[in-house]
Structure formats: structure tokens, C-alpha cells
């Protein structure tokens, strides 16, 4: 039988070592533990890069989107909130709110005027601008039409809300006579403004 080389104990087969590249006299040797170098033979570890660049894109294109956000909110907002207020004083009886918005579509022919005299809520300026487009097409097609009114009448006052009726009447220069019965709805806030024609 035949003894192991001396210092190794009988009976284990002997490991085959690791290929370790020689080091060369007088480089410094790092203990294998402790290392933070891979072993050699192995490229070093690159780590994922963060991309900087992007990373402040899209924290720029995040503040700008809630900026534009908080620009469409505020302008909204605000266009809501100023378009509900009255600018004006309004008429000082719910009768004469009546005869000045008549006056200003029937006789002055004016949109502009007559969306003064109606009330925010339900201010249309094209409804109010087909109104008196329509009243020109019968000046145009009829013989030197005259519009009058009579004498706006409250049928029905509570609190800030008063019914007023008229019957409005054309007449033309070859004797022709039209008559439209009108109830209006009008409402007093800084004064008294039509809101419904029916």
C-alpha cells in the first residue's frame, strides 16, 4: 500500500486546486474575502446606468402638465363665477325691465342692448341676435312695418320673481296686422332682468 504524501490524512482523494494565474513578485495580494474585485478571468460588474437625461424630461413634462391643469381649472373657474354676475344696475320694476328689453329688440333693433337687459343665466347672445334678425327680415318683407306693445302688466310678483305679460302688435303700411301674446319671466337681483320669453 502506498502512503500519502505526509501532512494530508489517509483515505481522501486529493482536490484538484483551482487555475489561479500566477501573481506576479511584488504585486500587492488581496485577501479573497474581502475583495470587492471579482476573481480574474472575469470582466468587472458594470451596474445599470440610470439615464439622467430622461429621468428630468419627464419630471419637467409632469410640472408642466400640472401647470397647464391648474391654468384650465382657474380659467374655467373663473369664467363660470364671472359669467353668472350681473353688470349693470337692471330696471327698477319688473314692467320696465319688460318695456326697455321690447324697446331694444322691436324699435332700436339692437342685440347688443337687449343682452343687457336679460339675466346672466340665461344671457344667449345668438338666441337674443336671432331674435332680432328675425324682426329685420319682417322690416325687409313687409310694407314700413311699426311695432308697439301694450302696457307691460305683472300678473304674478313673489319675492324676487314677477310674471310680466304684453301683447305685441305689427302693423304695416298696406294695413296688414299681426299680434303675438308674450309672457315674460323676470328676476330681481342688482335690479329686475328678463330671463325667459314665452
Known sequence: MTQPPSGEPAGQPQAPSPAVPPVPPGAPTADPATSPLPPAGYP???????????????????ALAAVLLLCVVGGAAAFFTLR???TGTGAKEPAVAVDEFLTAVYKDRDAAKAATLVCSAARDDDRIAAKVAEVEKYV??????????TKPTVDNQTGD???????VTMTT??????????????????GWWVCEVA
Open 84 to 86: 353668472d354676475t350681473e
Open 161 to 167: 320673481r314677477a310674471t310680466v305679460s304684453t301683447k
Open 140 to 149: 325687409g318683407t313687409h310694407q314700413n312695418p311699426r311695432f308697439r306693445w
Open 173 to 190: 303700411a298696406d294695413e296688414k296686422v299681426a299680434d303675438q301674446e308674450l309672457r315674460f319671466t323676470v328676476v330681481r337681483k342688482t
Open 44 to 62: 468587472p460588474y458594470q451596474g445599470p446606468v440610470a439615464p439622467k437625461k430622461k429621468r428630468g424630461l419627464l419630471i419637467a413634462g409632469i
